[in-house]
């Protein structure tokens, strides 16, 4: 490791955001290919760096009865719940492709459950297999590297070993008989003859399953020996219960035992997921805008970010209603994201919002500008993380009184 050391941290310099990320946090190497743990993902979407100061090139090499004894940990998909993650902790493996599948799920809708699922269940039995499942991995990785960055392909080659366990060519195709046909992601996903055109795919698929190791999420979804199928009920679960699961964590590292956060610290957790450079205007507004403290609670925390995953919908709604792009008041907002989303705010979380983004104290929202701060969120950890800023309780209650005077 020390010899190759310079080599692997060149290999930084060829990978995208998110390959960067990965290899950033990934804690376990095996047989030459890196894996999360599942306390390594959660530290991946929560925390800018990781807790333990390891760099890539310092993961642990697993062997083969460790990498078995960690999967015997996975509980089967009837039994998961919205602290999986950590009640696994460090039991557990994540290759890269979940990992991008985790992330795409963080973002996803409740309403689009059932589109990700149709997509994996290729044969419309209201099933999905291993099988499937790993077809449609096989069209994550494809869509990545249409994204990765050109340069040394020996070191391309070296960085792929690493992310998906073997060498890929560059411009990865697809094969049809003796023909290369290149084919897009969004190409494959946008035609109704899914299952024809995945046929391709699904014909590797059995030598995609025999290249690639076990992991706890092949082993949660279909059990020990990958013969169990995966039901709608089930995903949406599992996906439901993912994203609880993350915005637990981000809420509880703020409330310390508390049921509710302040309104400062909501503006924090908001703001920390967005390109904004100077976050202290926002804070000093609301600051003063609410003085006194009556505290964010997590279904209001949760039903915020439910409309974030929708927040396309909310777009399209708002252009409808305000052609003229002028700004909006509370029971706008509040209509238009319920009308838009199904999602219902609170009056005191709309008003927070507000009193954050209402910059000219004017009691309208320029809804532009904030759906333009609220899209960097979805970035979250590829445009870098706004640093923690927290405050001791004295702090906080001199700056209120003076507010308040």
């Not at 008989?177 to 003859?193: F, I, N």
Request: glycine residues 4%; hydrophobic residues 35%.
């Amino acid at each position: 490791v020390t010899e190759n050391r310079s080599d692997l941290e060149d290999l930084h310099l060829y990978a995208t955001p998110r390959e960067q990320r990965f290899r950033r946090f990934a804690s376990l190497e095996f047989e030459g290919q890196l894996y999360m743990t599942p306390y390594d993902f959660i530290q991946a979407v929560t925390s800018d760096e990781p807790k333990r100061k390891q760099e890539f090139y310092s993961a642990k090499t697993a062997r083969e009865n460790e990498l078995n004894q960690i999967l015997m940990e996975t509980p089967p998909v009837w039994k998961g719940s919205s602290k999986l993650f950590r009640n696994l902790n460090e039991k557990g493996v994540i290759s890269y492709t979940e990992y991008l599948f985790l992330l795409c799920i963080l973002t996803k809708p409740h309403a689009g459950f059932r589109i990700a699922f149709n997509m994996f269940d290729t044969d419309g039995n209201e099933m999905v297999d291993k099988k499937e499942f790993l077809v449609l991995q096989e069209i994550f990785r494809k869509k990545n590297e249409k994204r990765e960055k050109r340069g040394d392909e020996e070191k391309r080659a070296m960085l792929r070993l690493q992310l998906y366990g073997y060498h890929t060519p560059t411009n990865s195709v697809l094969k049809t008989g003796e023909d290369l046909v290149p084919r897009s992601y969004w190409d494959t996903l946008r035609r109704s003859t899914s299952q024809a055109l995945f046929s391709d795919l699904a014909e590797r698929a059995d030598d995609i399953s025999s290249s690639l190791s076990d992991t706890t999420l092949l082993v949660h979804f279909f059990g020990k020996k990958g013969k169990a199928e995966l039901n709608f009920e089930d995903f949406y679960r599992f996906m439901d219960n993912l994203q609880t699961e993350v915005l637990e964590i981000e809420f509880l590292s703020y409330s310390n035992g508390m049921n509710t956060i302040s309104e400062e610290d909501f503006a924090h957790i908001l703001l920390r997921y967005t390109n904004v450079e100077n976050t202290s205007s926002y804070l000093e507004n609301m600051r003063c805008s609410i003085p006194e403290e009556k505290g964010i609670t997590f279904e209001e925390f949760r039903s915020f970010f439910q409309f974030l995953n929708n927040l396309e919908d909310f777009t399209i709604a708002m252009q409808m209603y305000n052609f003229a792009s002028r700004s909006i008041g509370q029971d706008e907002f509040k209509r238009a994201v319920y009308v838009a989303t199904g999602v219902k705010l609170s009056p005191h979380l709309v008003n927070t919002v507000f009193k954050i983004f209402d910059v000219d104290r004017d009691d309208q929202l320029s809804y532009k500008e904030f759906i333009g701060i609220m899209k960097d969120r979805l970035n979250r950890g590829f445009r870098g993380y706004k640093p923690i800023q927290r405050y001791t309780t004295f702090k906080s209650c001199v700056r209120k009184e003076l507010y308040s005077r």
